[in-house]
């Protein structure tokens, strides 16, 4: 009797990274620099293109602009800082299957900026009213990205390496880049607390 195999679909490399982030960074490690580089790729379209969106939709669109901003510098600033640690403190894994968890989280980031979309869209037909709801949405979908690149990373890393030394090294990546992206992303913060008045 032959076993059953499943069929692979086309976006099963999706649902195996937002379901087992581990054992999908550890295949895509494997896979060299271009499968790296291609989930890394559509994770930021999709965190650009819902930003993009997102802030359209709001009545300022700069405010989408500057919450995808301070993602950007926030992730430019630490993320390299990350990596160096890692290899420094020589964790338990590699620097390729590193740069794949870093890919993951942002995949995992893109899909749940995508996921705000339709309630921003909802959202604006219905609060017409309430500019300060809607020009929330961009940061929203900022804070979203930022949620998935803080601990998509560190559940990882902590699962192939479940020492002391890795679990310090996340915790601190985590806070650093939310410390950045809070100080960058402040001044669209106060412009959407400023509507709210």
């Given at each position: 009797?032959?076993?059953?195999?499943?069929?692979?679909?086309?976006?099963?490399?999706?649902?195996?990274?937002?379901?087992?982030?581990?054992?999908?960074?550890?295949?895509?490690?494997?896979?060299?620099?271009?499968?790296?580089?291609?989930?890394?790729?559509?994770?930021?379209?999709?965190?650009?293109?819902?930003?993009?969106?997102?802030?359209?939709?709001?009545?300022?669109?700069?405010?989408?602009?500057?919450?995808?901003?301070?993602?950007?510098?926030?992730?430019?600033?630490?993320?390299?800082?990350?990596?160096?640690?890692?290899?420094?403190?020589?964790?338990?894994?590699?620097?390729?299957?590193?740069?794949?968890?870093?890919?993951?989280?942002a995949l995992v980031a893109g899909?749940?900026?995508?996921?705000?979309?339709?309630?921003?869209?909802?959202?604006?037909?219905?609060?017409?009213?309430?500019?300060?709801?809607?020009?929330?949405?961009?940061?929203?979908?900022?804070?979203?990205?930022?949620?998935?690149?803080?601990?998509?990373?560190?559940?990882?890393?902590?699962?192939?390496?479940?020492?002391?030394?890795?679990?310090?090294?996340?915790?601190?990546?985590?806070?650093?880049?939310?410390?950045?992206?809070?100080?960058?992303?402040?001044?669209?913060?106060?412009?959407?607390?400023?509507?709210?008045?």
């Amino acid at each position: 009797m032959e076993p059953i195999v499943a069929e692979r679909s086309a976006l099963d490399f999706l649902t195996r990274a937002l379901d087992q982030p581990a054992r999908e960074a550890l295949l895509v490690s494997r896979s060299g620099l271009f499968g790296v580089a291609l989930r890394a790729a559509l994770g930021a379209c999709a965190v650009l293109a819902s930003g993009t969106l997102a802030g359209l939709l709001a009545p300022d669109p700069a405010l989408g602009e500057r919450g995808l901003l301070a993602l950007g510098i926030a992730l430019v600033a630490v993320t390299p800082a990350l990596v160096a640690v890692a290899i420094e403190r020589k964790l338990r894994l590699s620097p390729s299957a590193l740069l794949a968890v870093l890919s993951m989280a942002a995949l995992v980031a893109g899909v749940a900026s995508l996921a705000l979309l339709p309630l921003a869209a909802f959202v604006r037909l219905v609060a017409r009213a309430s500019p300060a709801i809607l020009s929330a949405f961009p940061l929203l979908v900022a804070l979203t990205a930022l949620a998935a690149f803080a601990l998509v990373p560190g559940r990882v890393i902590r699962s192939l390496d479940p020492s002391l030394g890795a679990t310090a090294v996340t915790n601190a990546y985590s806070v650093v880049l939310t410390a950045v992206f809070a100080y960058q992303a402040w001044p669209a913060f106060h412009a959407v607390l400023g509507l709210s008045r």
